[in-house]
């Protein structure tokens, strides 16, 4: 039976999450579950993406991710795939109409991966945008389930948070990326001057991002707030440590949050959200 496989596919998704992502896989769980499996769908998607371009070092990552784009297209075309990821992410795709143009833009930001790019600020601005801002725009696609009005209204809040996620991500992946991937995001930065003046620019831009994002945040469905609220709060947990952190420190290390602090920003978050503080 084809739900045996749709189950299987969706439980991939799940596993997969949960395998690389303790903090969205916690904010998953904090969504009404009728909700759950299409945000499961979606990262397990762009998380195997992710993986290609990131890791896969011994083998031709071009010609994995070309691949991967081409079973995206085939699976979005025909309703079925035989890579229970994409199987699940098609299923979601078609019963949430998740915009193709957005699964086309990360796939471009993917594919930027892949070259040594000297970003300025409008490549960076278009790496930013596919991928992050357009993942959280399919989130609020699910999220909105259809409502299009409430969908543009909140639009804008989910790129602020997709943006700041992203940036926060450079900033604890900063050793990484530039000592094992070769990539330097932030436009007209040299990582060999990469000093607490220059941290404390991009750190004020990403929370100028979170404060905007939270005004939407508030406005979001019931059945999604609190899971996003969650994100949002391990990821400002996350941030607020980097902020302590000297710059010469991240250009070496990367920054974690410990799962007991995770936890306590977990019980900290439910309380401020069942007394209306949010």
């Not at 094992?180 to 003046?197: I, K, W």
Request: proline fraction near 2%.
């Amino acid at each position: 039976m084809k739900k045996l496989f749709d189950e299987l596919s969706y439980e991939v998704s799940k596993r997969t999450t949960q395998k690389y992502s303790t903090s969205f896989s916690l904010g998953i769980l904090a969504l009404r579950p009728a909700i759950r499996p299409a945000i499961y769908a979606i990262y397990g998607y762009v998380r195997l993406a992710d993986e290609i371009v990131d890791s896969f070092h011994d083998y031709n990552k071009a010609a994995l991710l070309g691949r991967f784009k081409t079973e995206t297209d085939l699976a979005l075309e025909e309703g079925i795939s035989l890579n229970p990821i994409l199987q699940s992410f098609q299923e979601t795709v078609h019963r949430y109409r998740i915009d193709r143009a957005l699964i086309e833009q990360f796939l471009h930001s993917m594919e930027m991966d892949l070259q040594q790019i000297d970003y300025n600020s409008d490549l960076y601005d278009e790496y930013i945008y596919g991928s992050a801002e357009v993942v959280g725009l399919m989130c609020l696609q699910v999220f909105t389930g259809g409502d299009k009005e409430q969908y543009e209204i909140l639009k804008p809040y989910a790129m602020k948070l997709g943006s700041a996620f992203q940036k926060v991500n450079f900033l604890r992946d900063l050793k990484d990326d530039y000592q094992v991937l070769g990539r330097t995001y932030f436009p007209g930065v040299e990582m060999t001057v990469f000093d607490n003046n220059v941290k404390s620019r991009i750190e004020d831009e990403i929370a100028a991002e979170f404060r905007e994002a939270l005004t939407g945040i508030r406005k979001l469905p019931v059945a999604a707030r609190f899971g996003v609220y969650l994100a949002y709060k391990y990821y400002l947990s996350l941030f607020r440590k980097i902020k302590r952190t000297r710059a010469e420190k991240i250009v070496h290390q990367r920054i974690r949050v410990a799962n007991g602090q995770k936890l306590l920003v977990m019980l900290k978050s439910y309380v401020r959200y069942k007394t209306a503080f949010l």
